[in-house]
Nanobody
């Protein structure tokens, strides 16, 4: 099983980034996919989840209206479009796959929002 994130980097406040997570080694379409983030000294927090069918998504208030999660069950990839980025969005962003007791994590990609 592999989850490989990409697309992180340095962006100015108000800018945008699109993260990708390429999955392999499991039946991607059967898993709920999520993005989490962890800032230094803070707990890991959920920022977006999309159900296996791809039609249901959820976001915390901190990113609602700015972040959009989507998935491509043909390419086995989940995306996180992040707009109107703020310095407080700075964190390592992790991709997660969940189905019942099966829970997989990627290695993370750094997002830094700074002028």
């Amino acid at each position: 099983v592999q989850l490989v994130e990409s697309g992180g980097g340095l962006v100015q406040p108000g800018g945008s980034l699109r993260l990708s997570c390429a999955a392999s080694g499991f039946t991607f379409s059967s898993y709920a996919m999520s993005w989490y983030r962890q800032a230094p000294g803070k707990e890991r927090e959920l920022v977006a989840v999309i159900r296996s069918a791809g039609s249901s998504t959820n976001y915390p208030d901190s990113v609602k209206g700015r972040f959009t999660i989507s998935r491509d069950n043909v390419k086995n990839t989940v995306y996180l479009q992040m707009n109107s980025l703020k310095p407080e969005d700075t964190a390592v962003y992790y991709c997660n796959a969940l189905r019942g007791l099966l829970n997989y994590w990627g290695q993370g990609t750094q997002v830094t929002v700074s002028s």
